[in-house]
């Protein structure tokens, strides 16, 4: 088989934290600048890339607490998809709550906010899925 089409048609994963305070009824996001697999991206979902061999949730959480300086609880995968921007990407998002830490950006992000679902389209200059943004309206 030609190694070209191998490389060609490889995918690569992320893992997204949607970390969600029920008791405010936000979301925290992070403000990324210069990120070369999506230039156009400024704020995201806090998370990071899945290796082969890597532990799903475990990979989740040590990228999350190390872009935001919390220690999160898992509550399941909610969403999936490829970006219209970049077709070799594929993101899992999960959402999760806060349990322990303090808020401290680190790693890509520069910032970080807790915004309300309603909010959140307005900070995405990235592709937003209307599924998902539902689900996260119904969350409020």
Known sequence: MDNNLLEKDKMHAIVLGIIFDPAEKKILIGKRENDPNLPNLSWCFPGGILK????????????????????????????????????????????TQVF??????????TELK?????ELET??????????????????
Do not use: M, R
């Open 52 to 95: 082969p061999g890597d532990e799903v949730d475990k990979t989740l959480k040590a990228h999350v607490k190390a872009k935001t300086g919390y220690d999160i609880k898992n509550l399941g995968a909610i969403f999936s998809k490829i970006y219209d921007e970049k077709e070799d990407l594929l993101a899992v998002y999960f959402l």
């Open 100 to 109: 322990a830490g303090e808020e401290n950006p680190g790693g890509n992000l």
């Open 114 to 118: 807790w915004v309300s679902p309603t």
């Open 123 to 140: 900070y995405f200059t990235t592709s937003f899925n209307k599924k998902l943004q539902q689900y996260l309206l119904d969350l409020i």
